[in-house]
T-cell receptor
């Protein structure tokens, strides 16, 4: 079982509030990801990190920001939440390997379901 | 147009039946293909991984890739109620362990196996 954790699991919050979604992994993985998933829709990559102090924007534009100060921690922050931010946010991690191997899969956390009223 | 198309379902089958799932994609450069299973209120977990065209079998699961048709399939034999979940296909240009690897997901197919 993957050791990747997300808190909170569920969050209902009013418009304009600042929120931080937490993600931690204990596998020592160098790469971490944030995806946004709406019901019945594909996962969209919104942020990723290849290591400490490395952050990149993903394929889907997002008003959120991320930081990677420690290997195991990759929090996502929304400065001012809006109803359009209502979605499920999934965090994942994986390990870079120099070998051609299929075993460097992305492990996913359980997700945070965010509702902005 | 989405890069990866997947019928959202739901796909309802009786217990013991074969479940057949598929995805089509538009980018012929995809080389690595994966199937993830996602239970309700959980994150996706990797089920199957295949590289390029061909078949791969793992227990009750068989994954097929047809690169010439840009079409991948997942078959679940002797389906069980515990197989009820959403199944997502994913693909990438580079190996999962590569430094710049990113996954492109389909929207998922919801499967319901009835006892």
């Amino acid at each position: 079982e993957a050791d990747i954790y997300q808190t909170p699991r569920y969050l209902v919050i009013g418009t304009g509030k600042k929120i931080t979604l937490e993600c931690s992994q204990t596998m020592g993985h160098d790469k971490m990801y944030w995806y946004q998933q709406d019901p019945g829709m594909e996962l969209h990559l919104i942020h990723y990190s290849y290591g400490v102090n490395s952050t990149e924007k993903g394929d889907l534009s997002s008003e959120s920001t991320v930081s990677r100060i420690r290997t195991e921690h990759f929090p996502l922050t929304l400065e001012s939440a809006r109803p359009s931010h209502t979605s499920q946010y999934l965090c994942a991690s994986s390990q870079t390997s120099g070998r051609r191997t299929p075993n460097n899969e992305q492990f996913f956390g359980p997700g945070t379901r965010l509702t902005v009223l | 147009q989405k890069e990866v198309e997947q019928d959202p379902g739901p796909l309802s089958v009786p217990e013991g039946a074969i479940v057949s799932l598929n995805c089509t994609y538009s980018n012929s450069a995809f080389q690595y293909f994966m199937w993830y299973r996602q239970y309700s209120r959980k994150g996706p977990e990797l089920l199957m991984y295949t590289y390029s065209s061909g078949n791969k079998e793992d227990g009750r699961f068989t994954a097929q890739v047809d690169k010439s048709s840009k079409y991948i399939s997942l078959f679940i034999r002797d389906s069980q109620p515990s197989d009820s979940a959403t199944y997502l296909c994913a693909m990438s240009l580079t190996p999962p362990g590569a430094a710049g690897n990113k996954l492109t997901f389909g929207g998922g197919t919801r499967v319901l196996v009835k006892p």
